[in-house]
């Protein structure tokens, strides 16, 4: 950071939408511009934290500094502004499709060895291994994301289980839900063995067909995937499961699980 004091860093991240990311940078640049603070990007993508750690296999050209362990350093100071955009949590195969573009953009990466032999393999698959899964957020974040216990910690869960106390069958505590008419009941998905063309039609319940979304390409071994929630259904299982909670006497909660991805 050039200025502790009038700098933020921006990082350059590879979670969709991308377009939410860059489009967000011009509009902190402006406001900042107006308090005379600078605003820095680091580099922190998939591909750019592969580029990375891979100096000596690249051209003088193609180097980049390690940003990510660079803005580690920083969060250690209280002076230090980051923001930090999602960034994906790459598998092997994301990890793998990775080095494979930057392969086909003239970097010299070496694949990634799934069982190294040699000394040199090992060495590769570490450094892999370092970029893969959840490797920012610990390291921004000084371990806070990382939800995983330590091994002792599940050794001494396991040999000192918490008691619930006994359970009694009068208990009215349950957990209600839909049986049907919901997304899990209705989802169906289709895989194509071979590369197609597909489009998106709604059927209304009078027969009409409506185009949501025009013909696309889809490559072989794509998966379309598709459910509907039922709006009656649902209002009904609501309304069901209030009078049952009022004539049980017990508290009713309503658990609404929504996924990021």
């Known amino acids: 950071m050039s200025d502790q004091k009038s ?23 402006a406001f900042a ?15 750019g934290r592969i580029i990375a750690n891979f100096p000596d296999f690249l ?92 091994a002792s910690v599940k050794a001494y869960a396991r040999k000192n289980p918490h008691s619930m106390g006994a359970w009694s069958k009068d208990s009215k505590s349950h957990v209600a839900h839909m049986e049907s008419g919901d997304f899990y009941g209705s989802e169906k998905s289709v895989t194509f063995t071979d590369a197609t063309d597909v489009k998106i039609l709604f059927t209304g319940a009078a027969g009409q067909q409506t185009e949501l979304k025009s013909s696309f390409p889809l490559q072989a071994g794509e998966v379309i995937d598709a459910s509907v929630m039922s709006r009656q259904a649902l209002t009904e299982f609501l309304a069901r499961e209030i009078d049952s909670a009022k004539q049980q006497g017990v508290l009713f909660s309503l658990h609404m699980k929504a996924t990021m991805m």
Do not use: C, F
């Not at 511009?33 to 591909?47: F, Q, W």
């Not at 502004?81 to 990466?109: F, H, M, T, V, W």
């Open 59 to 150: 051209d003088e050209s193609q180097r980049i500094g390690d940003a990510l362990t660079e803005l580690g350093e920083m969060t250690q100071d209280p002076l230090a502004n980051i923001i930090k955009l999602p960034n994906i949590s790459a598998s092997i195969p994301q990890l793998k499709a990775a080095i494979r573009e930057l392969q086909e953009q003239g970097y010299s990466l070496p694949d990634y060895p799934e069982e190294p032999k040699t000394d040199k393999e090992k060495d590769v698959k570490a450094r892999y291994d370092r970029i893969k899964g959840s490797a920012v957020n610990p390291v921004l974040r000084e371990g806070n994301s990382d939800r995983r216990a330590p």
């Open 7 to 29: 700098a933020i860093i921006y990082t350059e991240t590879d979670e969709a939408p991308a377009l939410a990311t860059y489009s967000l940078l011009p509009i902190i640049q």
């Open 33 to 47: 511009a107006v308090s005379d603070i600078n605003v820095e990007t680091r580099d922190i993508s998939l591909s």
